[in-house]
């Protein structure tokens, strides 16, 4: 199945849907499952602690926060 590890420093800012709140993160890779499913890992960070998890795609969007109205 397809996948991608994104490399330290490479990592794309997301946002990543835990417990009904959005909370900031990098992604560190995706994969495909074998029913077809996209899967993401991410490290993301709650209350100043870091945390690894793997979400569904659907719980995982890019991190918007910085974003400027003229990119």
Known sequence: MPSHVYPPGERPEVAVLVD???HSGALCMWSQRDDGTWWVNVN?????MRHVGS???DRVRLDKSE?????
């Open 55 to 57: 979400f569904p795609a």
């Open 20 to 22: 009904h709140v959005w």
């Open 44 to 48: 993301w960070s709650r209350d100043g």
């Open 67 to 71: 974003w400027r109205p003229d990119w």
